[in-house]
T-cell receptor, first 113, second 111 residues
Framework: GAGVSQSPSNKVTEKGKDVELRCDPI?????LYWYRQSLGQGLEFLIY????????KSGLPSDRFSAERTGGSVSTLTIQRTQQEDSAVYLC???????????FGDGTRLSIL | KQEVTQIPAALSVPEGENLVLNCSFT??????LQWFRQDPGKGLTSLLL???SQREQTSGRLNASLDKSSGRSTLYIAASQPGDSATYLC??????????WGAGTKLIIKP
Protein backbone atom coordinates (compact mmCIF):
# COMPACT_ATOMS: atom_id res chain seq x y z
CA GLY A 1 0.00 0.00 0.00
CA ALA A 2 0.93 3.65 -0.20
CA GLY A 3 1.18 4.23 3.53
CA VAL A 4 1.86 2.47 6.82
CA SER A 5 -0.95 0.08 7.62
CA GLN A 6 -1.81 -1.05 11.14
CA SER A 7 -4.27 -3.69 12.24
CA PRO A 8 -6.55 -4.01 13.99
CA SER A 9 -7.61 -0.36 14.23
CA ASN A 10 -9.36 -1.10 17.51
CA LYS A 11 -8.94 -3.94 19.96
CA VAL A 12 -10.90 -4.55 23.14
CA THR A 13 -9.82 -7.44 25.31
CA GLU A 14 -10.02 -8.72 28.84
CA LYS A 15 -7.25 -8.30 31.35
CA GLY A 16 -4.84 -11.21 31.26
CA LYS A 17 -5.31 -12.02 27.58
CA ASP A 18 -2.50 -11.81 25.03
CA VAL A 19 -2.79 -9.40 22.09
CA GLU A 20 -0.90 -9.09 18.84
CA LEU A 21 -0.68 -5.84 16.92
CA ARG A 22 0.45 -5.72 13.32
CA CYS A 23 2.29 -3.11 11.31
CA ASP A 24 2.84 -3.19 7.55
CA PRO A 25 5.40 -0.50 6.65
CA ILE A 26 5.85 1.39 3.41
CA UNK A 27 7.54 -0.84 0.87
CA UNK A 28 11.29 -0.33 0.82
CA UNK A 29 11.50 1.31 4.24
CA UNK A 30 14.30 -0.33 6.21
CA UNK A 31 13.49 1.23 9.59
CA LEU A 32 10.33 0.54 11.56
CA TYR A 33 9.30 2.03 14.91
CA TRP A 34 6.70 1.34 17.59
CA TYR A 35 5.35 4.02 19.91
CA ARG A 36 2.67 4.18 22.58
CA GLN A 37 0.41 7.16 23.26
CA SER A 38 -1.51 6.91 26.50
CA LEU A 39 -4.55 9.09 27.22
CA GLY A 40 -3.44 12.53 28.29
CA GLN A 41 0.23 11.66 27.94
CA GLY A 42 2.86 12.14 25.33
CA LEU A 43 4.33 9.68 22.90
CA GLU A 44 6.57 6.99 24.31
CA PHE A 45 9.19 5.22 22.21
CA LEU A 46 9.00 1.44 22.51
CA ILE A 47 11.35 -0.15 19.98
CA TYR A 48 12.75 0.26 16.51
CA UNK A 49 13.98 -2.16 13.86
CA UNK A 50 16.74 -1.67 11.36
CA UNK A 51 15.92 -4.44 8.89
CA UNK A 52 14.93 -7.40 11.06
CA UNK A 53 17.13 -6.41 13.98
CA UNK A 54 16.12 -4.41 17.03
CA UNK A 55 19.34 -2.77 18.32
CA UNK A 56 17.75 -1.41 21.48
CA LYS A 57 14.87 -3.03 23.36
CA SER A 58 15.19 -0.90 26.49
CA GLY A 59 12.08 1.14 25.64
CA LEU A 60 9.75 -1.82 26.06
CA PRO A 61 7.79 -1.21 29.31
CA SER A 62 8.11 -4.74 30.69
CA ASP A 63 9.00 -8.30 29.73
CA ARG A 64 5.35 -8.82 28.79
CA PHE A 65 6.06 -6.79 25.65
CA SER A 66 7.90 -8.24 22.68
CA ALA A 67 8.23 -7.35 19.02
CA GLU A 68 9.55 -8.97 15.92
CA ARG A 69 9.99 -8.13 12.30
CA THR A 70 10.35 -10.68 9.55
CA GLY A 71 11.51 -10.35 5.97
CA GLY A 72 12.40 -6.72 6.58
CA SER A 73 8.71 -5.90 6.27
CA VAL A 74 5.79 -6.68 8.56
CA SER A 75 6.24 -6.27 12.30
CA THR A 76 4.16 -7.56 15.19
CA LEU A 77 4.03 -6.18 18.72
CA THR A 78 2.84 -8.75 21.24
CA ILE A 79 1.63 -7.96 24.73
CA GLN A 80 1.22 -10.95 27.03
CA ARG A 81 -1.04 -11.07 30.08
CA THR A 82 -2.43 -7.63 29.36
CA GLN A 83 -3.02 -5.17 32.19
CA GLN A 84 -5.33 -2.16 32.30
CA GLU A 85 -2.36 0.20 32.16
CA ASP A 86 -1.56 -1.22 28.72
CA SER A 87 -4.61 0.61 27.35
CA ALA A 88 -3.31 3.15 24.83
CA VAL A 89 -2.96 3.90 21.16
CA TYR A 90 -0.06 1.97 19.67
CA LEU A 91 1.50 3.73 16.72
CA CYS A 92 3.83 2.31 14.11
CA UNK A 93 6.05 4.32 11.77
CA UNK A 94 8.55 3.53 9.06
CA UNK A 95 11.31 5.43 7.31
CA UNK A 96 13.69 4.79 4.44
CA UNK A 97 16.56 4.83 6.90
CA UNK A 98 16.79 5.64 10.60
CA UNK A 99 17.75 9.27 10.07
CA UNK A 100 14.94 10.05 7.64
CA UNK A 101 11.36 11.33 8.10
CA UNK A 102 9.04 8.84 9.75
CA UNK A 103 5.67 8.01 8.25
CA PHE A 104 3.00 6.93 10.70
CA GLY A 105 0.07 4.58 10.53
CA ASP A 106 -3.30 5.50 12.07
CA GLY A 107 -2.58 3.38 15.13
CA THR A 108 -4.27 0.59 17.05
CA ARG A 109 -6.48 1.71 19.92
CA LEU A 110 -6.13 -0.96 22.61
CA SER A 111 -8.59 -1.11 25.48
CA ILE A 112 -8.11 -3.55 28.33
CA LEU A 113 -11.25 -4.23 30.35
CA LYS B 1 18.66 11.89 29.56
CA GLN B 2 17.11 13.89 26.74
CA GLU B 3 14.04 15.93 27.63
CA VAL B 4 11.94 17.83 25.12
CA THR B 5 9.64 20.68 26.12
CA GLN B 6 7.09 22.55 24.04
CA ILE B 7 5.72 25.97 24.83
CA PRO B 8 2.94 26.99 24.79
CA ALA B 9 0.78 23.95 25.53
CA ALA B 10 -2.12 25.58 23.70
CA LEU B 11 -2.50 28.54 21.39
CA SER B 12 -5.54 30.17 19.81
CA VAL B 13 -5.10 32.85 17.14
CA PRO B 14 -7.26 34.48 14.45
CA GLU B 15 -6.98 33.29 10.89
CA GLY B 16 -4.30 35.01 8.85
CA GLU B 17 -1.81 35.60 11.65
CA ASN B 18 1.78 34.41 11.58
CA LEU B 19 2.76 32.33 14.60
CA VAL B 20 5.70 30.60 16.22
CA LEU B 21 5.73 27.34 18.15
CA ASN B 22 8.66 26.62 20.41
CA CYS B 23 10.54 23.43 21.22
CA SER B 24 13.52 23.03 23.53
CA PHE B 25 15.73 20.04 24.24
CA THR B 26 18.30 19.41 26.95
CA UNK B 27 20.93 17.35 25.12
CA UNK B 28 22.46 18.81 21.97
CA UNK B 29 23.73 15.39 20.81
CA UNK B 30 20.89 14.78 18.39
CA UNK B 31 20.76 13.33 14.90
CA UNK B 32 17.79 15.43 13.87
CA LEU B 33 14.79 17.39 15.07
CA GLN B 34 11.39 16.61 13.60
CA TRP B 35 8.06 18.43 13.61
CA PHE B 36 4.77 16.57 13.23
CA ARG B 37 1.09 17.42 13.34
CA GLN B 38 -1.56 15.21 14.83
CA ASP B 39 -5.24 15.59 14.04
CA PRO B 40 -7.81 14.22 16.53
CA GLY B 41 -8.13 10.45 16.31
CA LYS B 42 -5.50 10.26 13.62
CA GLY B 43 -1.87 9.26 13.34
CA LEU B 44 0.96 11.72 12.92
CA THR B 45 2.00 13.55 9.79
CA SER B 46 5.64 14.48 9.31
CA LEU B 47 6.00 18.19 8.54
CA LEU B 48 9.71 18.97 8.57
CA LEU B 49 12.94 17.24 9.53
CA UNK B 50 16.07 19.23 10.28
CA UNK B 51 19.31 17.26 10.31
CA UNK B 52 21.78 18.16 13.05
CA SER B 53 24.06 19.85 10.50
CA GLN B 54 21.26 22.07 9.18
CA ARG B 55 19.87 25.35 10.50
CA GLU B 56 16.42 25.36 8.94
CA GLN B 57 13.97 23.69 6.61
CA THR B 58 11.03 25.14 4.71
CA SER B 59 7.90 23.61 3.25
CA GLY B 60 5.23 25.91 1.90
CA ARG B 61 4.01 28.17 4.70
CA LEU B 62 6.07 26.29 7.27
CA ASN B 63 9.60 27.08 8.34
CA ALA B 64 11.47 25.23 11.06
CA SER B 65 14.77 26.35 12.56
CA LEU B 66 17.29 24.53 14.71
CA ASP B 67 19.86 25.97 17.11
CA LYS B 68 21.68 23.06 18.71
CA SER B 69 23.90 25.24 20.87
CA SER B 70 20.91 26.72 22.67
CA GLY B 71 18.81 23.56 22.48
CA ARG B 72 15.96 25.20 20.61
CA SER B 73 13.82 24.73 17.56
CA THR B 74 10.96 26.86 16.30
CA LEU B 75 8.18 26.16 13.85
CA TYR B 76 6.95 29.24 12.06
CA ILE B 77 3.55 29.12 10.37
CA ALA B 78 2.79 31.97 7.99
CA ALA B 79 -0.69 33.23 7.16
CA SER B 80 -2.45 30.69 9.38
CA GLN B 81 -5.62 28.96 8.16
CA PRO B 82 -8.38 27.06 10.02
CA GLY B 83 -7.04 23.86 8.44
CA ASP B 84 -3.82 24.37 10.40
CA SER B 85 -5.71 23.59 13.61
CA ALA B 86 -4.09 20.49 15.12
CA THR B 87 -1.62 19.43 17.78
CA TYR B 88 1.96 20.10 16.76
CA LEU B 89 4.66 17.83 18.16
CA CYS B 90 8.40 18.15 18.04
CA UNK B 91 10.74 15.22 18.58
CA UNK B 92 14.51 14.97 18.90
CA UNK B 93 16.30 11.87 17.64
CA UNK B 94 18.96 10.92 20.18
CA UNK B 95 22.21 9.03 19.70
CA UNK B 96 20.35 5.70 19.99
CA UNK B 97 18.04 6.64 17.10
CA UNK B 98 15.15 7.03 19.54
CA UNK B 99 12.72 9.90 19.04
CA UNK B 100 12.15 11.77 22.28
CA TRP B 101 8.88 13.66 22.11
CA GLY B 102 7.54 16.92 23.45
CA ALA B 103 4.04 17.02 24.87
CA GLY B 104 2.76 19.09 21.95
CA THR B 105 1.15 22.46 21.32
CA LYS B 106 -2.57 22.40 20.59
CA LEU B 107 -3.21 25.06 17.97
CA ILE B 108 -6.62 26.52 17.18
CA ILE B 109 -7.03 28.91 14.28
CA LYS B 110 -10.25 30.90 14.56
CA PRO B 111 -12.03 31.75 11.29
Amino acid sequence: GAGVSQSPSNKVTEKGKDVELRCDPISGHTALYWYRQSLGQGLEFLIYFQGNSAPDKSGLPSDRFSAERTGGSVSTLTIQRTQQEDSAVYLCASSLQVNQPQHFGDGTRLSIL
Amino acid sequence: KQEVTQIPAALSVPEGENLVLNCSFTDSAIYNLQWFRQDPGKGLTSLLLIQSSQREQTSGRLNASLDKSSGRSTLYIAASQPGDSATYLCAAMDSNYQLIWGAGTKLIIKP
